[in-house]
Every structure is written in structure tokens, then in C-alpha cells.
């Protein structure tokens, strides 16, 4: 039913809009934390137990439920969402906040009581904060502050993995954006690799856009799966519905059979038409899926349109400018470049906001743009195609793939909120599908890598005289004491921007007397430029001076480290520059080259990721080789093997011609491009 707006009285409970609230009842089936137990031994059926933390409204839920699964419980900490999920799902939605380590406990303790759990899935959100944070924008003193106020509560992926490792389900599923996987956040997905490992899992994460399930969005999400060795098959990734975007459906295969809106949160659009039907397979699947009337759609209600937005929506759809574009008199947000929100540039203006893009005019024939929460703040981002509105609640549900059946509690702000949030149902039911195979059968596969044995043939190598010697520049103590973090910085990039290009018979004996002469930035800087630059040009290396030179300065100057990962130098990209960082434990980041994508390709048989130039695959495939590597050796010896064997042209045996050795991974029948290539 729909009541006005209440007055708020819940900490977590978002901002209402002025609009109708929507209160919905319980599941009939529905249970407390404590009677879970009891719950779970009255269901009828043999439907595998899968639970969903951090459920939302139960987008993920749903998608299980569709692929078999029986969800016994949901866990979040809003309200209206937990509201949502118990109306929609039998058994346990229980609102608690996963981050306390009591309240995690209370979980876990009724979880075990349930039996067999086959799958555990959620999407934790990453917290902006981890032990990474100093190589971001935030300073030691923000870092310290929010150690200070949450040292008794844990990270929110912590929270899900402790449920994993307690309660050991047959395979988990974690859903979150792809940066956790890369550097700047890729430590946290290194962690969830090495504690799932340590528990028996084997790893699969893959970057999956919805649009590949039939969603008709972008939306690409990152899914770390685990499935437990001896308990069930390695996954096997769903193959995509649609190949390519161009054929995956689009905004209006899933809302053109809506009527239209003027936009207001109290419009009674069913005074001037009735709804005549779905008019395309999707919309007929969005009908079909939970039961609704006929002639009902829940929730296709929007924001009321201000004159002067109206105005600017028509104005960009007659002209095809985008916001930026349009006069300053036409905006009502000041637009600004990235160098001016930085500080970089300063310009005056009397507008009071600043925003790129900040109205954008969805396309109809594509899939569309990632709909995210912040349509619970404002829906400019997604303004109609053709009306001069921004979407309604029920049109982001439509495009996030929950049925017309599908309502949502609370506000129109919290329901935008949860549509926005949530896993899209298709996508859960194509990954569920999967999961569901590999839990109800536990043959073991014998094409499946394990990495593990790889980090340690790479560390059995680096750890001999052949191998750790090849990179001296990398050490971090000198007879037994640290080496100061200005100093490794020097030798690191000394070594890699110089000594690490050479042929391996010559780096040694070139390595000491280059050290020797610069064995720090002051000594290089203070050494006569034209004796500096006649040894560069010896070596035919002019161009590494210019960039030595920028190294020396910034480390003079004291550049701090959280800006040295972020910045480029000229020559020099923030890539290569973490590199280095990471090669002598300066930063947790462990950014992947090229070079080394194309040795981690080559080792997984993954042909596509050798010769990928997306960085995204190749960090998130060089995270599950790595696993945790906290002191970072794993990571050291692979970026030595990548530049002495596997450049553009394989050396799996070596450089014959200079007596050469070959290379460890190959030795060691690790390397399946190597396997393959001698069959």
C-alpha cells in the first residue's frame, strides 16, 4: 500500500524524497535468525541451501532462486531492503550489520546448525579505506582517524570470507567493480585469493558485463568464485548469451512498452492510458517471470521535472550537445575540467556546483549506461530518450532485469537506492546455473592450474645464485639491516631503467661500477651532465637519462609515495612507476606490464590475455597467480622471468647463444604455452 513519507528515525535509512512510501508485508514463509534451523529441516525438496549476504533488495536472490537454489537467508543492514527481500523470499532476511564481529557470529552459529550449505554469495561493498590507503588521495592522518573510530570493525570482505572459512559452503560467489582487482585496491583482491586458498578453494574470477546475459546494461562487475576441492568441479564460466554488444538488447527492448510519464512522484498515468502489453521477448520475460496483473506495474513513478531542467533536457535532444557543451548561461552546474577539481587550474565562476557530463541523455538502441544507487540522490544521468523526464523506479528495474512482479519497500529514493545496488537477476541466474553444476558434482579436473605450484617453482628459482642475483637493485636490507625506502627507490629504478634491459651475461658485471659511480639520486644529480650524458650515449640509452633525471629530482624534492602511484613522469608511465615501487616493498600494488600479462597469459594457456593490452585482465590474472605475496618475492621473481624468457618471442629454452639456461617455468612443466608448443 502507499502511505506519505514518515519521518525518518533509522541512522542507515536514506534521505526520503517527497514522494508516496510503499510498505510491504512479509513472506508467509518468512523466519528469525534464531528459527533458521527449524526452517531449513521442514523444506520439502533437495534444492541446494544458498545464502546471500549483503543481499540488498535480492537481485542476487533471485537469480539463484531461478537457477535452483533454495536462499535461506539474506543478510543486510538497511531496512528497506531487508523489507524488500523477506517480502519477496521465504526463510531468514535478516537485518544486521555484517561488519561487527559479534553480530557475524551470531551467523555463522546458525548457519552450521542448517547442515549443508552448498553456496555462500554476496557483494560486500570494498571499504574506501584499507591497508592500501596511503598510495591514495586520503593522507596518514585521514588513515589514522578512521583506524581510530572502526579499529572494532572489520572490512566488509573480511566479513565475507570469515562466513566462507566458518561455515566452509561448497563454492562461494563475491560480486564487486573490477578495481578491487587493480592496482590502487588489488591488494584486497589478493587477499581474498590467498585466504580462499588457504581453505581448500580453487580461485575463479572473471569480469562479466551484463549485457552478456541478456541485461539490457553495460555494467560490468567483477565475480570471484570459489569452489572447494573435493567437494565440488572447478566452474566452468557460463558462455555468454550475446557474443557482442551490438546484438545484446537495448534501453527500449526493455521500456518501450511503458507509458509515458510527466514526471511526478504523485502521477496517476493510468487516468490516460492503460498499459497494453509487452511488445519484445525481453518485456514478455520482465511479465512472465512473478506473477503481476495484467494491467499493473508497480512502481513506474519518477521525480517531478524542474522548468529550467526541462528546458536543458530539450535543448541537448534538439541540438545533440552534450551538458558540457551547452552555453554557461543554459547549465545550471558549473562544468569544470579534471585539472581544475584537482587544483591545477583555477577558474572563477559563479556557479555553486561543479560537474562534468552532470545530464545525460540515454541512447535507445544500446544497452544502457551502469545504473547505479546514486539515483536515489538525482536521476540525471538517465533521462528518458524521448521524454523529457529521467527514469522512472519500475524503467531502472526494467533495465536491471527485475520483473514487473518484483516491488521494492519504502521511499522512492530507498527504492531507486536498491534497484541500483542490487546484482542484476539475469546475470545471477546465468552464474547461478553454473555454480549450481559445479556443486552437484566433484570430479576432479585435470586441466585446471594451480597456481600455487607456480609461485613456488618461481620462488625455488629466484632464491638460487642464478636466480635472485639477477636483480641486486632489488634487495631491501643490506648486512642485515633495512635499506631506507628513498634509497631502494633509487636502485630500483636504476636497475630496471638501465641494467634490466641488458642481455643476462651482462648485467652483472655492468651492475656494480653503474652503482658504484650513482650509488644514490644525489650523486647522480651532482655528477657534470656532460660526463652523464657521454656514458648514456655509449650505451645508447640518451633517452634514460632525461629520465633518471626526473626520478632524482622527485625523490630530492621528496615526492610522497601516494603521489608517486599516481602521477605519470615524462617517459614514465604510473604503471611502470608502481612496478618498480612494488619490486622493493614501498607500495602493496602489484601493477602488471605488458610483458608480464604476456608471461601470465602464456602460463594460464590463456591466449587472449597474452596479447591483450587491457589492463584490467592482466592485474586480475596476475592477482590469482600471485595470491597473497606479502612480502612480494612471487612478485619479483615473476617480473625477472617475463624479461629474461618471455618477450614477444618466447625463450623457453634459453638464448642458446649465450649459453643460456631455460627458463624455470618451462623446466618445470608449469608453462602450458610450453607444453603445448613441445607436443
Not at 561448497?170 to 581453505?199: C, H, K, W, Y
Not at 549506461?369 to 544521468?381: E, L, N, Q, V
Request: charge should be negative.
Amino acid at each position: 500500500m502507499e502511505t506519505r513519507t514518515s519521518a525518518q528515525t533509522d541512522p542507515h535509512r536514506l534521505k526520503a524524497l517527497k514522494g508516496p512510501e510503499q510498505k510491504l508485508e512479509a513472506h508467509p514463509k518468512a523466519c528469525g535468525l534464531d528459527d533458521l534451523p527449524a526452517y531449513v529441516r521442514q523444506l520439502e525438496g533437495k534444492s541446494p541451501l544458498a545464502v546471500d549476504l549483503f543481499c540488498g533488495a535480492g537481485g542476487l536472490s533471485l537469480g539463484l532462486h531461478r537457477a535452483g537454489f533454495e536462499v535461506i537467508l539474506g543478510a543486510d543492514i538497511r531496512p528497506d531492503s531487508i523489507a524488500t527481500h523477506g517480502h519477496h523470499f521465504g526463510g531468514c532476511s535478516h537485518r544486521g550489520d555484517l561488519s561487527d564481529p559479534e553480530e557475524l557470529q551470531k551467523i555463522i552459529l546458525q548457519l552450521n546448525r542448517c547442515g549443508d550449505i552448498a553456496l555462500v554469495a554476496g557483494g560486500p561493498p570494498c571499504q574506501p579505506f584499507s591497508r592500501n590507503i596511503r598510495w591514495r588521495k586520503h593522507d596518514e592522518d585521514v588513515a589514522g582517524q578512521h583506524w581510530e573510530l572502526n579499529s572494532s570493525r572489520r572490512e566488509l570482505w573480511e566479513s565475507f570470507m570469515t562466513v566462507v572459512e566458518d561455515v566452509r559452503p561448497r563454492a562461494f560467489l563475491m560480486e564487486n567493480v573490477p578495481d578491487i582487482a587493480l592496482t590502487g585496491d588489488q591488494e584486497i583482491f589478493r587477499n581474498v585469493v590467498s585466504r580462499a586458498e588457504a581453505a581448500d578453494y580453487r580461485l575463479h574470477a572473471q569480469i562479466v558485463y551484463a549485457w552478456q546475459y541478456g541485461v539490457p546494461q553495460l555494467r560490468p562487475r567483477l565475480f570471484i568464485a570459489g569452489t572447494r576441492i573435493g567437494y565440488s568441479s572447478p566452474l566452468q564460466w557460463p558462455e555468454p548469451e550475446y557474443p557482442d554488444q551490438e546484438n545484446a538488447p537495448c534501453l527500449m527492448d526493455a521500456i518501450s512498452d511503458l507509458p509515458p510519464l510527466e514526471g511526478d512522484w504523485w502521477e496517476d498515468w493510468q487516468a490516460r492510458e492503460a498499459y497494453k502489453g509487452p511488445a519484445t521477448t525481453y518485456q514478455q520475460l520482465m511479465r512472465d517471470w512473478l506473477p503481476v496483473n495484467s494491467v499493473e506495474l508497480p512502481d513506474h513513478i519518477t521525480r517531478k521535472v524542474r522548468g529550467d531542467d526541462r528546458n536543458t533536457f530539450q535543448l541537448m535532444r534538439s541540438t545533440g550537445k552534450k551538458y558540457h557543451e551547452l552555453e554557461d548561461e543554459q547549465r545550471r552546474y558549473q562544468v569544470t575540467s579534471r585539472a581544475q577539481r584537482e587544483g591545477r587550474i583555477q577558474k572563477e565562476s559563479g556557479k555553486e556546483h561543479s560537474f562534468g557530463n552532470k545530464y545525460n541523455i540515454l541512447r535507445p538502441d544500446e544497452p544502457c549506461i551502469t545504473i547505479t544507487a546514486h539515483m536515489s540522490k538525482d536521476g540525471y544521468w538517465y533521462i528518458h530518450p524521448s521524454q523529457d523526464r529521467t527514469l522512472s523506479i519500475r524503467e531502472a528495474a526494467r533495465v536491471q532485469s527485475f520483473p514487473d512482479g518484483f516491488r521494492f519497500h519504502g521511499t522512492p529514493s530507498n527504492r531507486f537506492h536498491q534497484v541500483g545496488e542490487a546484482v542484476a537477476p539475469l546475470v545471477g541466474y546465468a552464474l547461478g546455473t553454473a555454480l549450481f553444476s559445479a556443486v552437484e558434482e566433484t570430479q576432479a579436473c585435470s586441466d585446471w592450474h594451480q597456481p600455487e605450484e607456480t609461485r613456488t617453482a618461481l620462488l625455488n628459482w629466484y632464491s638460487t645464485e642464478v636466480g635472485g642475483s639477477q636483480l641486486p637493485w632489488v634487495n631491501q636490507k643490506e648486512n642485515g639491516e633495512e635499506i631506507p625506502e628513498t634509497l631502494r627507490a633509487w636502485r630500483v629504478f636504476l636497475g630496471e631503467l638501465i641494467v634490466a634491459s641488458m642481455k643476462p651475461s651482462q648485467q652483472q658485471q655492468f651492475w656494480k661500477p653503474l652503482f658504484s659511480r650513482w650509488p644514490d639520486h644525489e650523486a647522480f644529480l651532482e655528477d657534470p651532465e656532460p660526463s652523464r650524458r657521454r656514458t648514456f650515449r655509449s650505451l645508447q640509452l640518451e633517452k634514460i637519462e632525461g629520465l633518471l633525471h626526473q626520478v632524482a629530482i622527485e625523490l630530492r624534492e621528496q615526492l610522497p609515495w601516494s603521489e608517486w602511484v599516481r602521477r605519470d613522469l615524462e617517459g614514465l608511465g604510473r604503471d611502470r612507476i608502481r612496478q618498480c615501487l612494488a619490486m622493493v616493498g614501498i607500495t602493496a600494488d602489484r601493477s602488471c606490464s605488458v610483458g608480464l600479462g604476456r608471461m601470465v597469459g602464456r602460463v594460464m594457456g590463456d591466449e587472449q590475455l597474452a596479447v591483450s593490452g587491457s589492463r584490467q585482465l592482466r592485474e586480475l590474472h596476475l592477482g590469482l597467480m600471485l595470491g597473497g605475496d606479502h612480502d612480494g618475492r612471487v612478485y619479483r621473481a615473476a617480473v625477472a622471468v617475463a624479461e629474461r624468457w618471455c618477450g614477444p618471442n618466447p625463450l623457453c629454452d634459453g638464448d642458446q647463444g649465450l649459453r643460456d639456461q631455460s627458463c624455470p617455468l618451462c623446466t618445470s612443466s608449469i608453462c602450458t604455452f610450453s607444453r603445448s608448443a613441445a607436443r
